[in-house]
């Protein structure tokens, strides 16, 4: 027989009434009549899964069966008025954890919206074994600060609002279970809700279920102190119900008196509550004024007044203890009037005075109640803010709309710009999105980034550019003798999105020995203008335009990254756009008009002629250029190294003109590239997915293999705009597997 919990319905044999709870959960939840069946066959899976799987939760505690745990929850979620489809995942999440349901039963039987709720709160399941609690700092952070990563985490794994209410049911019933369980447990549940749940109720203004979770979980932390003021509550219980008593007899009178319709209540602060108040302002418990406290609910702002004055009026106020947060709301919107007072037989008396509208606010989370006597002030944080502004916003709406109004809010997803994943020892790293393993290195330690040469994303080796995210579990692979690379300084290989990594970076190169700067400097440059296919470029040239004196400054600058390769690619362009040769330039200058309608080069001493690109050097912007007047097709485009150009130039020299690129390009430039690699099955579907990734058009491709040599050779004919695309194409291509070169071929 079930051990059925006493605030369950039972029938005459002792078993769960499903039929009873049911219609209990239907006025609960306010759901439509229509619902009751589906709730109640959810009843009847769970119900069978306790018969068929055995009905011990050990999780939770000796006798405690998947049935009544997610009839608690169900619960718990109907007093927070949820949907049928929120009720149903949380009968079935334990049944559906503990493996003894198919999640495949249950899309079937309730929809796919079910099952993806219950996948949801596994997926924020799978960090509840993390362990936050330590007293000493991870990466130069606080333990307070490990916990609120972990509560950033869980908010930025969940999509829907009910995800995260479903997981707050499912840690306020397991918290109550572990009552009876062994002591490492009960701590170990006390520390997860204390450090990650609680928190996470109380920025989603849900304070009813904040108040049980910080209550439980500080009895089984701090058992001496809970029982000392416990028994000093209870010593008072009693005098104390009597006192309250009487205070709401005065005041329903006095209220009575002036025609104000009020509700009145006495408030209990929880223990907690209490214990913090007490050392936050180091004070003894006969100086925490609001253990003796009312609320005065009224159906507007101005009786909020008018009540307050009748407070006022019927007992002295005590100095410095009045706060009106209606007319100065909290930074979290939180209102009401909070006063305290020498009330009868001259006890301390808190009164609060708010409206029905305020009062729902802070108690079931519509009001931004979330920062409430917090104190974090982290930067990363404004993403986590949109987040559980989002979740509370659809909380909002669902109470002012009723009925089912969360599957039109299901879809907005707020964008994250931070990422937290693992280390290997459960540790939780905040990272930007799109941070990659390299990032993650720096931000342990700048050693372990300088000697990464490998890195494990949940057990599976990955590319040092590899994008990470949230929930992944991260191993650096480092080496005693490891060197970094400097490609990981190229921001168009995606290795390095952080500055912090990219400073540490720039800072060891900066350690290393001029000449080994210059020297790495110089093959740097080389081999990208190299692989460019630019000749000719005036380098001490290039180092003036770039602020440096000398050659040799310009590559120990390249050498240490204080200047990028594109930043030096950038200016090599300019250089060679305003270098006109020795050739005069004309009275008379046109913009030209190509083939295709473009306007992209400049016809010195001509008018307006059509222009186009030569086929056989296939020039770009930034390229030396000169111009051919032909017969009927204009003037043809060549590189000034062009056979063709040089042979016109010596047959007929006064058809060969002075022409520069347009400051900014409107058309995409032909060029042929040609790449070599060992052989391998998926070769080409790399290569063109790559250039489809970044929007690079290929006009013909041309491959040659050798079998003996098991090579290939390629040739590709794309369409680029400029040197900063074409280099970082080119170097992009290069890191495929199996690529050993990539150049421009003229």
Known sequence: MVKVRQDHPIDHEGAIDIVAWVKRIQELAHVPESTQESLFQACQLAQQVVALEGENNHDWGEGYSTLNAGLEMAEILAELQLDEETLISAILYRSVREKKLDSTIVASSFGGSVARLIEGVQQMAAISGLSTHTNESVFGQESDEQSENVRKMLVAMVDDVRVALIKLAERTCAIRAVKSAPVERRQKVAREVSEVYAPLAHRLGIGHIKWELEDLAFRYLQPFDYKYIAKLL????????????????????????????????????HIYSIWRKMHRKKIGFSEVYDIRAVRILVSNERECYTVLGLVHALWRNIPREFDDYIANPKENGYRSLHTAVKGPDNQVLEVQIRTGSMHDEAEYGVCAHWRYKDTDKDDAADSYDKKIEWLRQVLEWHEEIGGNPLDDCLPKIIEQDRIYVFTPEGHVVDLPAHATPVDFAFRIHSDVGICCRGAKVNGRIVPLNHALHTADQVEILTGK????????????LGYITTSRARSKLQHWFKLQDRDQNIADGRALLDH??????????????????????????????????????????NAAQRLLNIDKQEHPVASLVGRATNETGGADVYIDGVGNLLSHIAQCCKPIPGDRIAGYI???????????????LMQRQAIEPERIITVGWADEPTQSYSVTIALEAFDRHGLLRDITTLLDREKINVSAM??????????????LQIEISDFNELSRVLAKLNHLPNVSSVRRKV
């Open 234 to 269: 209870d010593e008072r219980r009693i005098d104390r119900q009597a006192y309250i008593d009487n205070v709401l007899d005065i005041l329903h009178g006095a209220l009575g008196e002036e025609g104000i319709k009020a509700e009145i209540y006495g408030r209990a602060k």
């Open 481 to 492: 003798r490891e060197r970094p690379s400097r490609d990981w300084l190229n921001s168009s």
């Open 630 to 644: 032909t017969l009927g097709r204009g003037v043809s485009i060549h590189r000034l190294d062009c056979i063709n």
């Open 528 to 569: 990208e203008f190299k692989r460019l296919a630019v000749e000719n470029l005036d380098y001490q040239a290039l180092a003036l335009k770039l602020n440096l004196k000398t050659l040799d400054d310009l590559y120990a600058a390249v050498g240490t990254a204080d200047i990028g390769v594109e930043r030096v690619i």
């Open 702 to 715: 041309q491959t040659l293999s050798n079998k003996n040599k098991n090579t290939v050779d390629m040739t």
